[in-house]
């Protein structure tokens, strides 16, 4: 046998081993437990530090960077999700108040028209006394007053959580795509040093 012939045969069998093995080691690992139910940061956190960084750039494994992706998207779809609960949210307490408004003008109008009758107020027929009538459209008003106090700090606190949400996504897709663009740049620099190497292996 040749040298010639010899140095082709061990080029064959480095190629093989350089396009097989990874296949075969990839076939035989399995998905961590954190990217299966981590939250997004703590699979961030494991990407950074299980993986190698090469000339600036990481190298992660394609099932990995593609179960990040779609728990990211899945987070960003759950989050908007939270936003139209709570706008919905927020528009039904909207209507409360408005509600609790309007029934309060129309008690204090009441109010106002009874203060100035007699002391006795004659109601479906039946007298009754002023005093008492006094009180019990106070309380009803107090009554109202608290819940409109209720619904608006209700409103206030969904309004609040609302612009953190928005806040936390436009957060997460920076992040997102920061680390796909670097991802992408990792993937084509390893993939150029690895053709220079073969390029290397065939020119020796």
Known sequence: MGKSEYTGIRLVL?????????LIAESQTTMPETLQNG??????????????IYEEYRAVREDMFQKIKTNSIDSLNKAKAEISS?????????????SLNTSIET????????TKT??????????INKTAYN?????L???????????????????????????EIEEIKKEFEAYRKASREAREKM?????NEIKKLRGA
Not at 40 to 50: P, R, S
Not at 86 to 98: P, Q
Not at 135 to 139: E, R
Not at 191 to 195: G, L, N, Q, R
């Open 14 to 22: 480095l190629f093989a081993l350089i396009t097989i093995f990874p």
């Open 107 to 114: 008690v204090k109008t009441d109010l106002e028209s009874m």
């Open 141 to 167: 008003i107090a009554v109202l007053a608290g819940l409109l106090a209720v619904g608006f700090l209700a409103y206030k606190r969904n309004h609040t959580v609302t612009a953190q949400t928005k806040k």
């Open 39 to 52: 939250s997004l940061k703590e699979q961030l956190d494991y990407i950074q530090d299980k993986t190698r």
């Open 191 to 195: 993939s150029m040093a690895h053709f």
């Open 118 to 127: 007699k002391n006795s107020i004659n109601l479906l027929g039946i007298e």
């Open 86 to 98: 709570l706008k919905l949210t927020a528009r039904v307490r909207n209507t409360t108040i408005d």
């Open 135 to 139: 009180a019990f459209m106070w309380t």
